[in-house]
Each structure stands twice: as structure tokens, then as C-alpha cells.
């Protein structure tokens, strides 16, 4: 393993509670720590043993009692010397006891720089160690359970099987090269072929999980939109159990687009309620409705709402339709609210998804399910499924797609194994830097800075 210089910092959320504990690792960690621990010699314990003691200053005032629980390399998260204090949980007195361990020669970690450091000492693969950070801000239980199956391993695993048959192939190609003047084969096409054919159509296979990937990680961006007063704030209140948009009989109330998260059946929705359509001479109302269109622009469901007390006009009807005209591959559901004040007179001839009173809560887990459906729809997915939920990800996926079709026509047109051998190796850079067998230094810069400090 490689041993760095020992790093640390408060591993628990800032602010009060019944224990904070604080994580210490790298090269004579456990001597940093012992120079401040009043209590059992730390460099002689065991690895995996907890120890009873007190953080003191140089002048012998105790900073604080403390567990310090000892990890000796590699069996650690690191795979370095480290060493875990829990302090009481309060704000001052555990940045005190950081305070004491950095005036030993410690350093403060950075962001994600102890997954970091176990991604380098091979405790994790690249793929694996971002899941990490997917399980920590994971909102929804799916999203939780994508990032536990990343976190397991089952992506990386699967990429480098896949990989392992290019590489085979590539060997074959090049091993053929050497002896051209011989004119030795070394590869049989055919099986060359079906090889590529099939590590291309699994790749593709993964590429279609990641649309269901993205919004079982991110979330369903579910946008909010219709006529002023037809209870779409009303109805994003009624969702999340609270009063988050405020909620008048005014037209042009909200002038803004309101953002709330709302998990259905562990799958997370981000309600967006947007501001009334209309035309408007108020300047901010104004701008509000221009957010409204871009919110639309970006929506992965769309929920028109209409409201059945009022008879619907031409000019709604005809922006009902450009809008589910314009909705295109986005799911679009067309909601009549206020269906506890509906008006049989009036003649709409329309065919609405749903009528419901969100007011009433009348037909409200009816929408639930039909917003859940409607997010879902032709996306596969359950808990055992495979999913790609990086962007990183596919991005590396379709470039080592690209490559590899590319050494098929090759194949098909002929060519020479030296043009084969450049796609090939391509391919299997682009699947390399998604389980870090390829990394660079921007690369994990990037990954590793949207971890919180202390992990």
C-alpha cells in the first residue's frame, strides 16, 4: 500500500449531536494520534480494536474523552494506518479535537480525498468509489439502491469482462501483425466479428439503462404548468404535505418557478410549480412566465393543469395542443383540477388523463400512480436491474461504442489489422477510465471534488 501523509477531518455532519467522529489516515497516523491520546498505547493495539481515552493539549488540558478506534494497512477503508476518534457531538468541542489532531503535523483532508486514496491504493475501483458519493446524496430509496449495486461492484465487473474479450481480440490482431511477412493468422475473422457484434450490442444494452439511470438518481424533473389559479400550487402543497408555494385566489401569485422533492414508491420527483400562463404587462410576472417555458424546456414529465370550474376557450384548447405538440418524447399528462367545483354545463370535448381536486385530495394517489407510470414509462426497471447513472459514464460507454463499430467496418471492409488494432485500443481506453484502469489527474480532480470533506 501506499502510505501518504496522514490527512484528517471530521467525518459526521457539522452540528450538534450524541457522537461526531473524526478520521485520521496515512503514513504514522497512529503515532499522530497517540501524541495527543492520554490513554492504551495506540501503537501497539491491534488493528480493529477500540480504545478508551482523552484528547489532551500540549499543556495537559483535556480536550475531550474519546473512542479511538485503530485500522492498521491495508485493512482499512484507505488501505492506510488510520484511525477514527468519536468525540461528543457538539460543534465547538469537535473542532477542538480536529484543532488538537492537525497541531501534530496533520493535514486537513480536501474533499473526497480518503476515497480518493482508497480508489489509489486499489481498495476500490474508479466506478465504485463514485457510487460512494451517489450513496451519500442519494435522496430516493432507488437511487440508494443504484448506488449500492455500483458500490458492490456489479458495473465494473460487468465492463471489464467485456473488456477482457477485446483485449484477447486486440492481442490476436496485433500477435498477427508481427508475422505479416509469414502471412500467419493468428485471428479468425468470423469470431472476430461475432465477438465485436456482441460486446457492441451489450454496450448498447447499458446505454439504453441510462435515461432510466439518470432519473431513478436525479430524480423526475416533473414540471407544473397551465392558466393563473388553476391549483398548481395547490397541488404541489398537497404532494409534499406542507405549504411550500404560497396559495391566493390572486391570478399571478407565483411569479417564480418553486422547486420541492417529493418521493412516491422510493422514487424521487422534483415538483417544479411554475408561474400562470398568460400575457402580462407586469414585468416580473412577465419574466415568470418566461421561466415557465424554459422550466417546460427541461422537464422529464409535464403536467398541464386545467382548471374545470372555468369552460375551456379556444385559445386553451389551442395551447394544450402546442403544447403536447411540442412535448415531443417528454411524457405529458393533461390534469382537470378542481373537479369538487366542476361545471357539467360546459361542453369540453377533451379527453383529460385524470379530473382531481387537490384541494379535496379527491383521485390524488390515483396521480401519484399515474405520475410514477407516466416517469416510467418504456423504461425498464426494477431492483435487479443493471443501470448506468453517470453521465461519465455513457459518455465513455458511447465513445467505446463508437470505436468498436468503427473496427467492424474495418473488419467488414478488409482493412488491415494495424486500423483494427487503432479502434480496438481506443475501445478500450474510453471502458478503462470508467473502472480507473486509465485515469488522469483532471479526471479524479473532478470526481472526487463533489465528495463532502471527510470522506
Known sequence: MNQQPPIAAIATPVGEGGIAVIRVS????????????????????????????????????????????????????????TVEISCHGGVLVTQAVLETILEQGVRSAEPGEFTQRAFLNGKLDLDQAEAVADLIHA????????????????????????????????????LELDFIEEDVEFANKEQLRKLLVDVDEEIGRLLDTYETGRLVKDGVKTVFIGRPNAGKSTLLNTLVGSDRAIVTEIAGTTRDTIDADWSYEGLLFKLIDTAGLRETEDVIEAEGVKRSQKAFEQADLVVYLKDLSLPLDSEEREEITRFQKRAVSTPFLLIGTKLDLEDSSHEERIDYDLKISALEEQNIDDLKKLMKQRALENKDYDTSSLLVTSSRHRDALQKARENVQRAIQALDQGMTGDFLSIDLRSALKELGTITGEITNEHVLDSIFSRFCIGK
Do not use: N, W
Open 26 to 81: 496515512g503514513r504514522g497516523a497512529i503515532e499522530k494520534v497517540q501524541s495527543c491520546f492520554k490513554g492504551k498505547e495506540l501503537t501497539k493495539a491491534d488493528s480493529h480494536t477500540v480504545h478508551f481515552g482523552k484528547i489532551i493539549k500540549k499543556d495537559d488540558r483535556v480536550v475531550d474523552e474519546v473512542l479511538a478506534t485503530v485500522f492498521r494497512s491495508p485493512k482499512s477503508y484507505t488501505g492506510e494506518d
Open 139 to 174: 435522496k430516493s430509496i432507488k437511487a440508494v439502491d443504484a448506488a449500492h449495486q455500483q458500490l458492490e461492484g456489479r458495473l465494473g465487473k460487468h465492463i471489464k469482462e467485456f473488456r477482457q474479450q477485446i483485449i484477447d481480440a486486440t492481442a490476436m490482431v496485433e
